[in-house]
């Protein structure tokens, strides 16, 4: 079985480098090589696979057609802990891209050590402030200041479902978690693997945090992974969690390999699995694969999470410079990326749904519809929560430690629940 540190990992590493590499960073030598980009921007993303590439290339063609130069620095993995680690050297050595992907919890880590371009300037004369969510607003900045920019938001908490295989099976689609181990145990009597899983851990956690959130309702997951409240953490109700997730493992056909999340979404359309728990960004695979999302492969909340909505925002954050053509290359990617058309057109290509509520969803397939909508509501209803495995809930320190009790619990052949929830306790309390 092959196990992979955890994202936050070689995250505290390197972010615990000092100021000083900061001031390397922006030494005058280095300056001078990346003025002569001109009104070029070096973007760092892992969006390598196909739907992720197709709304890549939606941002590429935004910003070439209005003259600015497009330098892919595509790092393969899903979930970004290769980018991240490519980053971090890249920034340490003096030369960090023009912009990169980074998002939650990360854009304070790197705000704090004074890497980020403050983009206030544009936010301040496009309106930001009234144009976005404020649960997106808030994470976007740094001590008040923006230092990213969202492009979307995706939904965490979806379970895609093959329709064929289930009614094969005699299966039925299932809205709580009773009724998905009952589903599942059917698909198994009929030879059917009930869930495709990748190796990686985030894939893991995914799982886990969709469980975590049925079980624990939207209060409780806010109070364990976002408030690190001990008696949630290693409490009755996180025993529960780690029971279904170990439960779980019976219907998963767990890989010795390594293997992808858009692997794992190739399983269910060519009928080889049943169902995902993933992130919508499978939704954009789907389409890239010529399938219909919400038709040919069902888009269910992950069951017992009807009503509630786990996020996670990706975003673009610009490494400082001081040269003005360089800034200004910034400050173009960061205004077109709010623009309504780029909006509409990468989201309908990524699988996830526009940042500004403005933006006309004619055209998109059902789950985006759905998750629009899911969003308003969970908005209005105080059920939103941030995604524990997309580095949205907390610090990458305690994400990374969280990552670890999950991940060796899920392949320990003698998984105890209560002792998990109790080292869970612990090692997010010597993390924070
Ligand atoms: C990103 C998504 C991406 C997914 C898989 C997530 O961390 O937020 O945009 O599609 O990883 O690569």
Known sequence: MIKKSPVGTVRKLTLSFTAALVVSCLSPAVLSAETDTGGEVEVLHWWTAK?????ADVLQHSLEQQGIGWKNFAIAGGGGESAMTVLKSR??????PSAAQLKGDDLQEWGMLGFLTNLNKV??????????????????????????????????????VNPNLMQQAGATVPDSLDAFFVAAEKLKAAGIVPVALGSDPWQEVTLFESIALAVLGPVDYRRAFVELDMSQLGGDKMVEVFR???????????????????DASAMVVHGEAAMQFMGDWAKGELTAMGKLPGQDIL??????????????????????????????????????????????????????????????????????????????????????????????????YVQAAIFDVVTDFFHSKNADPEQAAHRLARAVKSAR
């Not at 739907?51 to 709304?55: K, L």
């Not at 920034?91 to 960090?96: D, I, L, R, Y």
């Not at 019976?250 to 992808?260: G, L, S």
Request: glycine share 4%; aromatic share 10%.
């Open 244 to 262: 279904r997730f170990i439960a779980m493992r019976q219907y998963i056909d767990v890989k010795t390999k390594a293997m992808e999340w858009s």
């Open 123 to 160: 936010a301040d004369a496009e309106h930001w402030d009234q144009l976005l969510p404020p649960v997106i607003s808030r994470i976007m900045k740094y001590q008040g200041h923006y230092v990213a920019v969202p492009v979307n938001i995706h939904r965490v908490n979806w379970l895609w």
């Open 91 to 96: 920034a340490v050595s003096g030369n960090p």
């Open 51 to 55: 739907g992720e590439m197709n709304a």
């Open 299 to 396: 888009c269910i909340p992950a069951p017992g999470t009807q009503g509630y909505f786990t996020y996670n925002i990706d975003s673009f954050a610009f490494f400082k410079n001081n040269s003005a053509k360089h800034l200004k290359a910034q400050e173009m990617m960061a205004h077109t990326i709010l623009t309504p058309d780029f909006q509409r057109q990468f989201n309908l290509a990524k699988g996830s749904i526009p940042v500004r509520h403005d933006v006309s969803l004619a055209g998109f397939d059902p789950c985006s519809r759905a998750s629009a909508e899911a969003f308003k509501n969970s908005e209005v209803h105080n059920t939103l929560v941030p995604s524990l495995s997309q580095g949205l809930a907390t610090s990458s």
